[in-house]
Nanobody
Framework: VQLQASGGGLVQAGESLRLSCALS????????MSWFRQAPGKHREFVAT????????YYGDFVKGRFTISRDDDKNMVYLQLNTLKPEDTAVYSC????????????????????WGQGTLVTVSS
């Protein structure tokens, strides 16, 4: 399984971006998919999960309705819509996949994921 994240860039505060993650090698519908981010000098942070089969979503506490995760299993794609971006959202955003589904507490743990994409940089200027 390979994951390829894209869609990052430089935007101003308040603007939006849509990140994409393409899964190849297997069918995406068998995987729960998540986004994590890592800012310079900080630990990796859970952003969002969309579970396989049910499509149930979980979000990090900081999201507060600004981000939306979605998936298109026919296209083997997962998306992360980022709205009302803030300078503190600046980070490398990475997608991850695991052939399982569980509670939010479990899904936000990066160690459960088998596959990771290379990340895409989001920079938000003030």
């Amino acid at each position: 399984v390979q994951l390829q994240a894209s869609g990052g860039g430089l935007v101003q505060a308040g603007e939006s971006l849509r990140l994409s993650c393409a899964l190849s090698g297997r069918t995406a519908r068998s995987y729960s998919m998540s986004w994590f981010r890592q800012a310079p000098g900080k630990h990796r942070e859970f952003v969002a999960t969309i579970l396989r089969y049910s499509g149930v979503t979980y979000y990090g506490d900081f999201v507060k309705g600004r981000f939306t995760i979605s998936r298109d299993d026919d296209k083997n794609m997962v998306y992360l819509q980022l709205n009302t971006l803030k300078p503190e959202d600046t980070a490398v955003y990475s997608c991850a996949a695991v052939m399982a589904e569980s509670s939010r507490d479990i899904m936000q743990n990066p160690t459960i994921y088998n596959y990771w994409g290379q990340g895409t940089l989001v920079t938000v200027s003030s």
